[in-house]
């Protein structure tokens, strides 16, 4: 089983493109009814499979997941 990608390099490298992406920010703006640019698609899907945010300790609570 592979680890998931580390979620600050993941949150960095989407939000520096999403910063510069006019596609990407209305997709944000807009969840389900427009795409990411292809670029941006990838780098979403990086940022969706690290999981939540290390900040959120008490989303992982709720699930019972464990502290990394």
């Known amino acids: 089983m592979t680890a998931p990608p580390d979620w600050h390099a993941a949150d960095k ?8 992406c ?6 944000g703006l807009n969840p389900g009814g427009l795409e990411r640019c292809p670029d ?12 939540d945010p290390p ?5 992982r609570k709720r699930r019972g997941g464990k502290k990394p």
Not at 41 to 51: C, N
Not at 55 to 59: A, D, G, I, N, S
């Open 13 to 20: 490298a989407y939000q520096l493109h999403h910063t510069t």
């Open 22 to 27: 006019p596609q990407c920010r209305a997709a």
């Open 40 to 51: 941006g698609a990838e780098l979403w899907a990086t940022y969706q499979q690290a999981g």
């Open 55 to 59: 900040h959120f300790t008490w989303l």
